[in-house]
């Protein structure tokens, strides 16, 4: 198994790897920042592509005009971000087929699990992201459907991935945490990969970032439709909170995987170590984010939900353990205990067997003597 993690964690460097490598592609140090701003003004004008520019000065990587359109087929346009998404989906359907031969969960039961939880995580990252934006969709229904324009959460997405998992277990009588801990890695994966989606898009950015900061140094160059939104009219260097959480899923993934995968003591311990690690994790980079939801004026639900996924994720992991680890001492009591008591039950049959062996050679002994005597 940690062979094939470390293949699987290869396979996401690698992913990344191309991502920079596309990104890559149309860097030309000869032009500015601003020529490039002008020649994607210019690009996005003929309707040829949604292009953006990103940039990491502070690592070293310039200007990059990136074309967030991957290809088009006649009317219809493909973008980097869904295949990435994809990408991350079928990554972690690997991850969770290896997984899941030692939970004992067959490939059908997965394959289930795994059809009804993406139609119902779409649904509900859909749904979530509605019901916390009522004001944008009040007086336009119909907009609620119409999900290729943006719009989506990852907390609707698990939501709604869990209770589908959920229901199928429940059909197929197999035990939902067991479901859970074989999923929940592959779930980072899909996160891992999915955030490059964002990147692609030049979308799920944090504040801006000024000299003398102490992030300065990984600040991200960016002009693209989400900052024209904001009305900035050129580049603005900012969090690239899309990277943070990418890394902060990666290092999870890997310590959850040493840790837990392999030496779990109880069902559930690899669920609730993956929820409690990624809503620590975005409690925090969420604050960074200039595109929170917000349930009033200065709460962000992200960082709400996210906080308590932590308190409940590390309550949960806590009493199971507790439990666990009374089941384990009260199985190795008696695991000790029960030689000895074999050893005494066995002395007290042995006596017992020896005593009526002795009444009945008694009896056979009167029963003797008595014919001797009528024979007499």
Same mark, same amino acid.
């Given at each position: 198994?940690?062979?094939?993690?470390?293949?699987?964690?290869?396979?996401?460097?690698?992913?990344?790897?191309?991502?920079?490598?596309?990104?890559?592609?149309?860097?030309?140090?000869?032009?500015?920042?601003?020529?490039?701003?002008?020649?994607?003004?210019?690009?996005?004008?003929?309707?040829?592509?949604?292009?953006? *520019?990103?940039?990491? %000065?502070?690592?070293?990587?310039?200007?990059?005009?990136?074309?967030?359109?991957?290809?088009?087929?006649?009317?219809?346009?493909?973008?980097?971000?869904?295949?990435?998404?994809? *990408?991350?989906?079928?990554?972690?359907?690997?991850?969770?087929?290896?997984?899941?031969?030692?939970? @004992?969960?067959?490939?059908?039961?997965?394959?289930?699990?795994?059809?009804?939880?993406?139609?119902?995580?779409?649904?509900? /990252?859909? $749904?979530?992201?509605?019901?916390?934006?009522?004001?944008?969709?009040?007086?336009?229904?119909?907009?609620?459907?119409?999900?290729?324009? @943006?719009?989506?959460?990852?907390? +609707?997405?698990?939501?709604? +991935?869990?209770?589908?998992?959920?229901?199928?277990?429940?059909?197929?009588?197999? =035990?939902? $945490? =067991?479901?859970?801990?074989?999923?929940?890695? /592959?779930?980072?994966?899909?996160?891992?990969?999915?955030?490059? @989606?964002? #990147?692609?898009? +030049?979308?799920?950015?944090?504040?801006?970032?000024?000299?003398?900061?102490?992030?300065? &140094?990984?600040?991200?160059?960016?002009?693209?439709?989400?900052?024209?939104?904001?009305?900035?009219?050129?580049?603005?260097?900012?969090? %690239?909170?899309? *990277?943070?959480?990418?890394?902060?899923?990666?290092?999870?993934?890997?310590?959850?995987?040493?840790? #837990?995968?392999?030496?779990?003591?109880?069902?559930?311990?690899? &669920?609730?170590?993956?929820?409690?690690?990624?809503? &620590?994790?975005?409690?925090?980079?969420?604050?960074?984010?200039?595109?929170?939801?917000?349930?009033?004026?200065?709460?962000?639900?992200?960082? *709400?939900?996210?906080?308590?996924?932590?308190?409940?994720?590390?309550?949960?992991?806590?009493? #199971?353990?507790?439990?666990?680890?009374?089941?384990?001492?009260?199985?190795?009591?008696?695991?000790?205990?029960?030689?000895?008591?074999?050893?005494?039950?066995?002395?007290?049959?042995?006596?017992?067997?020896?005593?009526?062996? =002795?009444?009945?050679?008694?009896?056979?002994?009167?029963?003797?003597?008595?014919?001797?005597?009528?024979?007499?």
């Amino acid at each position: 198994m940690k062979t094939k993690s470390l293949k699987l964690l290869c396979a996401i460097f690698c992913v990344i790897l191309i991502v920079l490598s596309v990104t890559s592609c149309v860097i030309d140090s000869s032009y500015s920042d601003y020529d490039l701003k002008q020649a994607i003004d210019k690009q996005n004008a003929t309707g040829t592509g949604e292009y953006i *520019l990103v940039s990491f %000065p502070g690592l070293g990587i310039g200007a990059s005009m990136i074309n967030s359109e991957a290809i088009r087929i006649g009317g219809v346009t493909v973008y980097w971000y869904g295949i990435l998404i994809t *990408l991350g989906i079928v990554l972690a359907f690997l991850y969770s087929y290896f997984v899941s031969k030692r939970e @004992g969960i067959k490939v059908d039961d997965l394959l289930d699990m795994g059809i009804w939880a993406v139609i119902c995580a779409v649904v509900g /990252a859909r $749904l979530y992201y509605v019901l916390t934006s009522l004001d944008k969709y009040k007086d336009r229904f119909w907009d609620v459907f119409k999900i290729w324009e @943006g719009g989506i959460a990852i907390y +609707g997405a698990i939501i709604g +991935g869990a209770a589908a998992i959920a229901i199928v277990c429940l059909i197929k009588k197999i =035990k939902i $945490l =067991k479901a859970y801990d074989t999923i929940a890695p /592959a779930v980072m994966i899909g996160q891992i990969i999915g955030r490059w @989606g964002n #990147f692609m898009n +030049g979308e799920a950015f944090g504040y801006e970032l000024r000299d003398g900061d102490p992030l300065y &140094f990984i600040r991200m160059g960016v002009y693209s439709d989400a900052t024209r939104q904001l009305g900035k009219s050129g580049i603005i260097y900012v969090h %690239p909170t899309f *990277l943070y959480e990418s890394l902060w899923n990666l290092i999870g993934f890997v310590l959850i995987n040493v840790f #837990f995968v392999r030496k779990k003591k109880f069902d559930g311990q690899v &669920f609730f170590a993956y929820i409690a690690w990624y809503g &620590f994790g975005r409690t925090f980079i969420e604050l960074l984010r200039q595109d929170s939801l917000y349930l009033t004026g200065t709460i962000r639900i992200s960082s *709400l939900v996210g906080a308590l996924c932590f308190f409940a994720g590390t309550a949960m992991f806590i009493w #199971f353990s507790i439990r666990g680890k009374k089941a384990r001492l009260a199985t190795e009591s008696y695991e000790s205990v029960y030689p000895l008591f074999r050893t005494a039950s066995s002395t007290t049959e042995e006596i017992d067997g020896a005593e009526a062996q =002795k009444t009945e050679e008694t009896e056979e002994e009167k029963v003797e003597e008595e014919k001797n005597d009528e024979v007499d």
